[in-house]
């Protein structure tokens, strides 16, 4: 039963007392179920490995051995997506399974396909491999361009200026916008950046500029010690950088299908 208390009228600061049954049944109306999990966003880093051959033979998984020897920190333990665009023949689902579970002893761990026709896609379904679609690839929106192109110019930039060292296991990133980094960025740390990269300091650890297909986008630094660069997907590891670039100020940057490093000065 719920009591109904009559208003009246009180000097200031004295106290109306009210019912206990009624303090129980507002305590009931504003008690709220707890959630027992919760959505958030993450930036992910996934290696896209493109198969150009759908002979998976020895030469194959020599190849991969050779490869993760030579950058064993870009490879091992990163999760990873496998790309079909120039094997659109290949359709053998045993095939696929095979090389997946070779793969994943390397401890590569594949969790995706992308670039896939339908009997590629049915196979990795089949294998509990998600499509991973790339913003680049899709179609052109249709559906009222002007608006979404007023929306993308109201936008503020997202430059992202940090003032700290970058210290090992940290990632920083722009996703709309280019990233400056005054002051040294440690092994093991990344940087990520929908534009260009500038790092006034020593460059170790990951940059990833255009990461989401800007083949403009470029990477700057002071002194070059990095585990891996990369623009729009294309990336060099440490063991590919010649060693009189090491240590120096330099661009990183596109030309056709290579990542070029330049002196800079």
Same mark, same amino acid.
């Given at each position: 039963? !719920?009591?109904?208390?009559a208003?009246?009228?009180? !000097? ?18 504003a ?38 020897? /030579? ?12 790309? =079909?665009?120039?094997?659109?023949e290949?359709?053998?689902s ?25 009997p ?15 913003g ?6 249709e559906? /009222?361009?002007?608006? /979404? ?10 430059? /992202? ?51 989401h ?6 990477? =700057? ?39 070029c490093?330049?002196?800079l000065?």
């Amino acid at each position: 039963m !719920r009591v109904r208390v009559a208003p009246r009228h009180t !000097r200031a600061g004295a106290r109306i007392p009210v019912p206990a049954d009624v303090t129980r049944d507002r305590g009931a109306r504003a008690s709220v179920a707890v959630q027992p999990f919760q959505v958030r966003g993450r930036f992910m880093t996934a290696i896209a490995l493109r198969i150009e051959s759908d002979q998976f033979d020895d030469a194959f998984f020599e190849a991969i051995d050779a490869q993760i020897t /030579k950058a064993p920190q870009l490879l091992l333990d990163a999760p990873m997506v496998l790309d =079909f665009s120039k094997v659109p023949e290949f359709a053998d689902s045993a095939a696929l399974a095979d090389l997946v579970a070779k793969l994943r002893t390397r401890n590569m761990l594949v969790f995706g396909v992308q670039n896939t026709t339908t009997p590629q896609l049915e196979a990795a379904d089949g294998l509990g491999l998600i499509p991973v679609r790339i913003g680049r690839d899709g179609p052109a929106p249709e559906a /009222k361009p002007a608006r /979404k192109s007023k929306v993308d110019r109201l936008l503020p930039p997202d430059n /992202k200026v940090i003032t700290k060292p970058v210290r090992s296991g940290q990632l920083v990133v722009a996703e709309r916008g280019d990233l400056t980094v005054i002051g040294p960025v440690s092994s093991g740390a990344e940087l990520v950046a929908a534009g260009n990269i500038h790092v006034y300091g020593p460059l170790r650890g990951r940059a990833m500029a255009g990461c989401h297909g800007d083949e403009t986008g470029r990477i =700057f630094c002071r002194a070059l010690h990095a585990e891996l660069l990369a623009v729009a997907g294309l990336y060099r590891t440490s063991e590919s950088i010649e060693d009189e670039l090491r240590g120096q100020a330099v661009q990183i940057f596109l030309k056709g299908e290579r990542l070029c490093v330049e002196a800079l000065g």
